[in-house]
């Protein structure tokens, strides 16, 4: 069984940087697309940041575009959230998704309802 298990989320001042992390473990899981995902006490969840596996393609939601930045380490089966000019919006649980299907659209890797694996998330505070 594959796992995702996120790491690196904590407390930090607005203004400040933050890197989470999500390692795969687990039997050999190929994915195609990676992205986290964030859900903000009393708010639904949204898609933060998406990266195709293969090919590095990036995406953005547009509240974090020019601040964060998603990353793949192949080697270590890592996926990486650097986050940069934090906001007291940014608090939310950060969680990683991962999706085995060669076919992901952009729609697909927005939307959020058909990743096949996620992790337990990752609390990120920012502070006034």
């Known amino acids: 069984q594959v796992q995702l298990v996120e790491s690196g989320g904590g407390l930090v001042q607005a203004g400040g940087s933050l890197r989470v992390s999500c390692v795969a473990s687990?039997?050999?899981?190929?994915?195609?697309?990676m992205a986290w995902f964030r859900q903000a006490p009393g708010k639904e969840r949204e898609f933060v940041a998406g990266?195709?596996?293969?090919?590095?393609?990036?995406y953005y939601a547009d509240s974090v575009k020019g601040r964060f930045t998603i990353s793949r380490d192949k080697a270590k089966n890592t996926v990486n959230l650097q986050m940069n000019s934090l906001k007291p919006e940014d608090t939310a649980v950060y969680y990683c998704?991962?999706?085995?299907?060669?076919?992901?659209?952009?729609?697909?890797?927005?939307?959020?309802?058909?990743?096949?694996?996620w992790g337990q998330g990752t609390q990120v505070t920012v502070s006034s």
């Open positions: 687990g039997r050999t899981f190929s994915a195609y697309v």
């Open positions: 998704a991962g999706s085995q299907r060669w076919s992901f659209t952009y729609a697909d890797i927005v939307a959020g309802t058909d990743y096949d694996v």
């Open positions: 990266i195709r596996w293969n090919t590095g393609r990036t």
